[in-house]
């Protein structure tokens, strides 16, 4: 499984963005299935809402089967809370909070990010580093 943030869906349904072409290639490429979980889908709706018809681009993506939504639930907020305290200097937001902590209790490495920044930095378990896409 591969978990995808929101940049990722903001560049595939905005020709425009910047990471748009890549982000295109790696979806296509894609093997595995593609999941997020609420926050990241929150912000993307938030960021697509400034584009004609993006949200209504992403409802297509989720109604195509193409994303999944995974559940998060109060036994995930204990671990979401201690990474955003690990890495409050960044500071880490909620949307890679709970990113991180689906990637830990999936058992996956994979995650789709154009944030490569924080998401080089952060870690799975303490020690393990997430394989990043594209």
Same mark, same amino acid.
């Given at each position: 499984?591969?978990?995808?943030?929101? =940049?990722?869906?903001?560049?595939?349904?905005?020709? *425009?963005?910047?990471?748009?072409?890549?982000? *295109?290639?790696?979806?296509?490429?894609?093997? /595995?299935?593609?999941?997020?979980?609420?926050?990241?889908?929150?912000?993307?709706?938030?960021?697509?809402?400034?584009?004609?018809? =993006?949200?209504?681009?992403?409802?297509?993506?989720?109604? +195509?089967? +193409?994303?999944?939504?995974?559940?998060?639930?109060?036994?995930?907020?204990?671990?979401? +809370?201690?990474?955003?305290?690990?890495?409050?200097?960044?500071?880490?937001?909620? *949307?890679?909070?709970?990113?991180?902590?689906?990637? /830990?209790? /999936? =058992?996956?490495?994979?995650?789709?990010?154009?944030?490569?920044?924080?998401?080089?930095?952060? +870690?799975?378990?303490?020690?393990?580093?997430?394989?990043?896409?594209?």
């Amino acid at each position: 499984m591969i978990l995808v943030d929101a =940049g990722p869906l903001l560049a595939i349904l905005d020709r *425009a963005d910047q990471h748009h072409s890549v982000c *295109a290639q790696a979806l296509r490429d894609a093997k /595995e299935p593609l999941a997020t979980i609420w926050p990241p889908l929150t912000e993307a709706f938030y960021l697509l809402s400034a584009l004609p018809n =993006g949200a209504e681009a992403l409802w297509d993506l989720l109604s +195509r089967d +193409r994303l999944s939504i995974l559940p998060l639930d109060s036994e995930d907020l204990p671990r979401i +809370r201690e990474l955003m305290q690990k890495y409050g200097d960044l500071p880490m937001d909620l *949307a890679d909070a709970a990113l991180i902590r689906v990637a /830990e209790r /999936e =058992g996956t490495r994979k995650i789709f990010t154009v944030d490569k920044k924080h998401f080089s930095i952060y +870690r799975l378990h303490d020690k393990v580093r997430p394989t990043l896409l594209p």
